[in-house]
């Protein structure tokens, strides 16, 4: 029975049936706190600690997962293509939104981490939050961040971000696909992107779009924000 527990197999299957099952009861109560995510991340972790897998042993049972992870990419990619139509015309305007949002995203994190008391290994972990998590712990490790912090930040950023974020569109008043694609792109990633595929298919594309332009900015800004910052007012180290 342990060895079943243990197996790649057994994992796989539980992995995919816990998400299943997380997306039915989603769509069943509708209630928000029960995202697939956040609840699939509680169980499974809860799950594996119980029986005492190992996180190496899990990663490596569901590493088709992340393969797969890949072609969604490439899905993402199909989708921007197919609605190119609702873009051209409006380049400047969302490099531009991506660009200050960015700005305002690493700015506001960093001055309310500071004026809390972080110290700089704390700020440079919180400032790639809005952005995908690959493309995150690598800015967090070329700043002196630390890459684990940096990850669970993301996740929960993300979290938060696909379950207020069409809610607060819409009470703001929002009614712009564009508008809404790239605002759950670009502040909550990968959740945030999922979400905006529920609202619609150009919203989808639009936040698939936005994922990739807020990793590329956000890589590029950190680090001339880190050095000005240092110039003007040295933060303090661990």
Do not use: C, D
Request: net charge positive; glycine share 10%.
């Amino acid at each position: 029975m342990i060895a079943l527990l243990h197996s790649e197999l057994f994992l796989l299957a539980f992995t995919l049936g816990v998400y299943i099952g997380a997306v039915w009861l989603y769509r069943r109560t509708k209630w928000m706190l029960l995202h697939p995510l956040l609840t699939s991340i509680v169980v499974i972790i809860t799950s594996i600690k119980l029986i005492g897998v190992s996180y190496a042993e899990f990663s490596e049972a569901t590493s088709i997962i992340n393969f797969m992870l890949g072609l969604s990419v490439v899905a993402l990619g199909f989708l921007l293509y197919e609605q190119l139509i609702h873009i051209r015309g409006n380049v400047k305007i969302m490099f531009a939104s991506i660009v200050v949002g960015a700005l305002v995203g690493i700015g506001s994190v960093s001055l309310i981490a500071w004026l809390m008391g972080a110290n700089f290994r704390i700020i440079a972990s919180l400032e790639p939050k809005s952005i995908t998590t690959p493309i995150a712990i690598t800015v967090s490790e070329h700043a002196g961040g630390i890459p684990s912090l940096t990850s669970v930040v993301v996740i929960v950023v993300g979290i938060f971000g696909g379950i207020i974020g069409p809610s607060l569109l819409r009470i703001l008043g929002i009614e712009s696909k564009l508008a809404r694609g790239l605002a759950l792109g670009s502040g909550a990633h990968a959740v945030g992107t999922a979400r905006a595929m529920e609202l619609g298919a150009v919203e989808g594309a639009v936040s698939g779009l936005a994922i990739g332009l807020m990793g590329v900015t956000t890589a590029i800004l950190v680090p001339i924000i880190n050095f000005i910052v240092n110039l003007i007012h040295p933060l303090p180290l661990p």
